[in-house]
């Protein structure tokens, strides 16, 4: 394991870490089994957004004993909602679950403390008001009951202002080679270099779709607000090639790799043994010298939907249909607890979305199929 320092919390933290998305609904024992060995094997960073209460339990169970040996991070906004992942801006709710994960988590104080999921102008403009998250993360950082405070985002704008607002010490991003042309995100790492700010690289496979197999690649202008443009992948790409490339980039602290099971956790602390070559990135750089926006990354920001669709695992199922007979795709999305053509077509999920890809028509095309 390779270890870098976290800005200027001077933390030395694993350069690949755990992101844990992919963990909420698995067993206790499971969860316990990746945490475990994900600690064996020198992590000590861990990213934990979700509020699901379930995921919380099965975490603080998971860490039970290693509270001293790991960092861990909360997100000041992230909710659940009848299981569902939302996210609020009422400094009183997101204080109520700021310490149930105090409580679920068996701890007195979070390492990194996240203002939580800050995409647009509006948004960055009511998190950080007077008497707002900003704040009530000010003040739980003064109580000892978080170290230091975190922004996390998916656009360079806000992003960048929240780096050079004095107010945050850690920044968690997406980067990965699908965003390696989107104007600003460069600079956007130096400027953490420059400033101390420690940088937490999330989604280094863009949820997935890197690894896949197709021709076209559409991804990542959400970022910059930039224009549609193509990108055609001209070569495979593999995941020690894919965490290779992020840690190349300047200022960067730690990669939170989401990891569902044990064979996931070891792909991707294999990039420390494996060769030069084996890392080496440079031939599938100039597949990404353009971008287009549009491109799901399964994350779902765009819940709670509230007919209680699983908007993500949906569209994965649909795009890991393509190509593959009409009978396939039926039977994926037929496991999925509610059907798409339950859909009461509100638009939520498309004003949610932080990645243009407008949800809701891709639940039509998913309640087309199955009609």
């Known amino acids: 394991m390779e270890y870098r320092t976290l800005g200027r919390t001077g933390w030395r933290v694993s350069a690949v870490s755990l992101g844990t998305e992919y963990l909420i609904n698995l067993p206790r024992e499971h969860v316990a089994g990746v945490v475990g060995e994900a600690i064996r094997a020198g992590v000590n960073y861990f990213d934990l957004f979700f509020a699901n209460p379930d995921f919380r339990d099965n975490m603080g169970a998971a860490f039970a004993g290693q509270r001293q040996r790991v960092h861990l991070t909360a997100h000041l906004g992230a909710i659940d909602v009848n299981g569902q992942y939302d996210k609020t801006r009422d400094p009183a709710l997101a204080e109520t679950m700021f310490h149930d994960f105090l409580a679920r988590y068996r701890t ?151 990891c569902k099971d044990l064979e996931q956790l070891a792909a991707a602390q294999a990039v420390w043994q494996a060769t030069a070559a084996e890392r080496d990135f440079s031939q599938v750089l100039s597949s990404f010298a353009q971008y287009r926006e549009g ?35 039926l039977a994926a999305l037929a496991a999925l607890p509610v059907p798409a053509t339950d859909c009461v077509e509100c638009g939520a999920c498309d004003d949610r979305c932080p990645f243009g890809v407008w949800p809701m028509q891709r639940i039509g095309e998913a309640a087309g199929l199955r009609a």
């Open 108 to 258: 007195d104080y979070v390492d990194v403390l996240f203002l939580h999921n800050i995409d647009s102008q509006d948004d960055y403009a009511e998190v950080m008001r007077a008497g707002g998250l900003r704040d009530l993360a000010l003040r739980l950082r003064g109580s000892g009951k978080a170290r230091t405070i975190g922004f996390s985002g998916h656009t360079v704008a806000t992003a960048r202002q929240a780096v050079e607002s004095g107010v945050v010490d850690v920044l968690m991003f997406p980067i990965n080679l699908a965003g390696h042309a989107v104007p600003g995100r460069r600079e956007l790492c130096q400027t953490c270099a420059e400033r101390g700010i420690g940088l937490v690289a999330m989604k280094p496979y863009a949820g997935g779709r890197l690894l896949r197999q197709e021709p076209q690649l559409a991804i990542e202008s959400w970022q910059s607000g930039g224009g549609k443009m193509e990108l055609e992948r001209r070569a495979a790409i593999t995941p020690l090639q894919c965490l290779a490339y992020v840690l190349a980039q300047p200022g960067l602290s730690a990669i939170v790799p989401g």
């Open 295 to 329: 491109e799901c990354v399964y994350c779902n920001h765009c819940l709670p939907c509230p007919a209680g669709i699983d908007i993500g695992r949906t569209i994965q199922a649909l795009d890991a249909g393509e190509g593959r007979p009409r009978e396939e795709v």
